[in-house]
């Protein structure tokens, strides 16, 4: 990724427009950003950790969760950082290669994201389609394959895009119309003609999205067809109830996804595309622990008893902490009885 243009571009920086708000509005907003960033954090951090801690939760459903929280924090930091920067700072600049660090991380942890949705889709059908066959279609070496495959293809996927990116004189204008540097608005910053990139963009984008959600799709309706066979109306709530979750992250994913990445860029609209641009980069990584913790039932109790657990060593803790206070205080005013005077 040299360019002709190197030099220039090593000192060259460009100006993130991101909202156009006024000063108190952008401390408001900066505050808020940052409580959504601790909580996201916080969040998906508590998931793996229980995950970690529980010997119960050490399945491949779980397993594929903690990767998906690990994306979602990795994807929170490479942009949110540098947007809570830009809030407080008045030149809003970003260098030329931070840009393309920042597209590239953020392009390759959504296509993880997207292919590990897909994964987990599969891990629900043979769940539930295929349950005696489970432990071994879904042993820990398929896990582990599957999802270092995921990280291998989001790794590559952008690479081929960003090189060429790399190569393409940047004269004009050095603001871009976004609040991160997404591929589209960076692109189109360039002198010559970028109708080409934009197109690579464009098969890109629709090709992971559409495959990834072909995919889940098709595997949910086998799913569905399977615990609609199941006699009891018990049975088909148990087998939905564990596919709930998931079907919410899904739908939160794609519809905003598809919506930013699959349409021809040149027919967006810019505010409107910001504006759910921070619905996929800020509020979905904060919902889908939340989700996925609400809506389990496992999940719940098990952080109900870790808590409670905790709670119970702190109440221990301070009984003894107390009695050793109490020991000295008593041994201080016999001391003193013996001898009273200093």
Not at 139 to 150: A, E, Q
Not at 253 to 261: D, E, N, T, V
Not at 262 to 271: E, F, I, K, N, V
Not at 305 to 319: I, N, P, Q
Request: proline share 5%.
């Amino acid at each position: 990724c040299f360019p002709q243009n190197f030099k220039q571009l090593i000192s060259s920086k460009f100006v993130l427009l991101g909202f156009s708000l006024s000063q108190p509005m952008e401390l408001l907003v900066f505050m808020l950003l940052l409580a959504i960033f601790t909580l996201t954090l916080m969040g998906n951090m508590a998931i793996i950790t229980i995950v970690y801690v529980d010997l119960h939760l050490h399945t491949p459903m779980y397993f594929f969760l903690c990767n998906l929280s690990l994306l979602e924090m990795l994807f929170v930091l490479s942009i949110t950082p540098k947007m809570l920067v830009n809030l407080l700072s008045q030149a809003k600049a970003i260098s030329f290669w931070g840009c393309i660090t920042q597209c590239y991380f953020s392009f390759f942890l959504g296509t993880a994201d997207f292919i590990l949705i897909a994964i987990m889709s599969f891990d629900r059908y043979v769940a539930i389609c295929h349950p005696l066959h489970y432990p071994v279609i879904m042993s820990g070496h398929v896990c582990v394959f599957l999802v270092m495959g995921c990280w291998l293809v989001g790794f590559l996927s952008p690479l081929c895009s960003l090189i060429l990116v790399c190569q393409l004189p940047f004269c004009g204008p050095n603001v871009i119309n976004h609040f991160f540097c997404d591929y589209a608005p960076l692109v189109q910053l360039s002198c010559i003609d970028t109708h080409f990139l934009l197109m690579i963009e464009y098969v890109l984008s629709s090709l992971v999205l559409l495959t990834s959600l072909s995919f889940t799709t098709v595997s949910y309706l086998y799913i569905i067809a399977t615990v609609l066979q199941i006699p009891s109306a018990t049975g088909r709530r148990k087998a939905f109830s564990t596919c709930t979750s998931h079907i919410t992250v899904a739908s939160i994913f794609y519809g905003s996804a598809i919506f930013l990445y699959t349409r021809p860029s040149q027919g967006r609209s810019l505010d409107l595309q910001k504006v759910v641009a921070v619905f996929n980069v800020i509020v979905s990584p904060l919902l889908n622990p939340f989700i996925y913790t609400l809506r389990n039932k496992k999940v719940k109790e098990i952080f109900k008893e870790y808590l409670t657990r905790k709670s119970s060593v702190l109440r221990a803790s301070g009984r003894i902490v107390i009695r050793i206070v109490a020991g000295h205080l008593r041994e201080l005013g016999e001391r003193y009885r013996v001898n009273p005077d200093p």
